[in-house]
């Protein structure tokens, strides 16, 4: 028997409808790319999306065509992501970070028919026009009088181009599983892969977002996704903020310091989200001049490991909650926030801390296991290590045109690739990435571990651990240091720094001193390529 309640589609632009008639005049203020600080509102903002979609319609961009955006976050970029959904086209985030090709390459694959571009992003794509016989129009998120002459193929300034119609225009309906969005990961081995977000998923995913042992977001908010749209579907931030009413800051392509404590407290932000790098220049810049953050009441913080430092930092200094959450492109990306549950609630001081290091929880809607690599679940003891495995609505079937096959174990659940530990309380704690994970002599060694170890020593800028292959132990650890600019570092003192921190077994059998530690476009140590750099490494311990 059914239930006899209403078919109500959960659809992404009902979103924005909720928005606008519920929280109409609530705020969203932008650092435009063009400079001054720009300040708008849910309705105006679902009146211009209206627009957008009247006008993709005009251009004949309809269900399933993939629309494609090259911007940081502002209003228009958010105007951009529900006027193409709310035709039933498909935003395509692109992260600007890549190398070019990466970039024609995926445009091609996704098969992109307009491109939507920040002025930043130009000259690339001028550079690029060539090589992406797929796009039709360039949209340039401008106006005219700030449009520069170029020959990127029927290329109009933004907001001229949606003047040409007014906001009298209907959204598309159709089923809630349709594609509503996509983004590549970051992987950087195979062809690229994307992940096809359908409206059902992205609706159910900002309803999790917005639990309150998740993003825990309300009406009387002020969120600012310092996180880029274009870097793993904004966290889910540009669609949890209108669901829930709350005011959005958007800080457009300033991301150093000082231009995000300035947003912080002109605007003040009460709720803000990054990777660890963008928090580490707030800090240091609120260090050196004595900055305080009065209104900031929480960060979320992930798409790597939280050093214990910056939880401290933030908490110690300037009474700012952190949450350190853990998710990955594939799962819309929430996967585990780390609030703290009744359990841990009596927790002080290091104590605490050492479960916020920890990726947190999963909210509902996210099922976790971990097993070894013959698939046998591993008790759940905060010690042991297992590939961590997930199922759940906003989190992957399959990638774009099929590529990378199956990817579902036989009872549904997708593999993370990263390796991790579960306590009691279903706390998930990364140890590495499984491609990572040193095994030496059959058991596992956590290069996290060791990287966030040797970060805390106070000559040391960053750290990478990497296996190196070893007659005895088939792999052992190498220690990859950058140190602090004008410091010199012993390696004996390094070493004796990290003794008796950890197992001796899993002490580095060397340390090497480099200028730079390669990054992935979204921030992450490139581990691939120092593998690649250190293949012939001779461990002096090989000889034993
Ligand atoms: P991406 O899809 O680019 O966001 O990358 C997802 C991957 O980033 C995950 O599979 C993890 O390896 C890593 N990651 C994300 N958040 C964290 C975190 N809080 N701690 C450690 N690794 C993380």
Redesign the pocket.
Known sequence: MLGLMQDWPLLCHKILDHAATYHPKRSIVSRSVEGPIVATNYRDVRSRALRLAKRLDKDGIKLGDRVGTLAWNTWRHLEAWYGIMGVGAIYHTLNPRLFPEQIAEIVNHAEDRVMMTDLTFMPLLEKLAGKLPTIERYVVLTDAAHMPATKLKNAVPYEEWIGEVDDDFRWASFDENTAAGMCY??GTTGGPKGVLYSHRSNVLHSMIAALPDAMGLSSRDVIMPVVPMF??NCWGIALTAPMTGAALVMPGAKLDGPSVYELLNEHKVSITAAVPTVWLMLLQHLEANKGELPYLERVI??????PRAMIKAFQDSYDVQVI???????MS?LGSLGSIKPEYAHLTGEAQLDIQVK?GHPPFGVEMKITDDAGREQPWDGKTFGRLKVRGPAIASSYFKGEGGQILDEHGFFD???VATLDEHGYMH?TD?SKDVIKSGGEWISS?ELENLAVGHPDVAEAAVIGVRHPKWDERPLLIIVPKKDRRIAKDDLLKFMEGKIAKWWMPDDVVFVNEIPHTA?G?IQKITLREQFRDYRLPTAAE
């Open positions: 990961t970051s870097h793993a913080i992930g798409g790597s490991a939280c350190h959450a853990w998710g990955m492109t594939e990306p990726q993370t690739g990263d990364i990435r996290i979204t992450k």
